[in-house]
Nanobody, 117 residues
């Protein structure tokens, strides 16, 4: 079955950086685009970034353009999110999954990112 395991979150000061990882299993990873999502308390889960199956196409939410970079390693079945110049409003739980409109029914536990001084 599909398993998605996010890691790499933590507490960071404004302006700092983090690199998130998502290890995927239970499906043919190289055949799927992947997205990072985030959900702050009391808000909907939003798409942050998307990458195509072989990495040739990426797309970002307006609030993270120029600061975040999504990448993937199809040999390691892993998708990454490099986050630079972090802001307090980036504080959220971050998840990976297949892109909308068809994410997998199974979600990982997410990884908490907190940006605070």
């Amino acid at each position: 079955q599909v398993q998605l395991v996010e890691s790499g979150g933590g507490l960071v000061q404004p302006g700092g950086s983090l690199r998130l990882s998502c290890a995927a299993s239970g499906f043919t990873f190289r055949n799927y685009g992947m997205s990072w999502y985030r959900q702050a308390p009391g808000t909907e889960r939003d798409v942050v970034a998307t990458i195509s199956a072989y990495g040739g196409y990426t797309n970002y939410g307006d609030s993270v353009k120029g600061r975040f970079a999504i990448s993937r390693d199809n040999f390691k079945n892993t998708v990454y999110l490099q986050m630079n110049n972090l802001k307090p409003e980036d504080t959220a739980v971050y998840y990976c999954n297949a892109p909308v409109p068809n994410p997998f029914a199974t979600w990982g536990q997410g990884t908490q990112v907190t940006v605070s001084s």
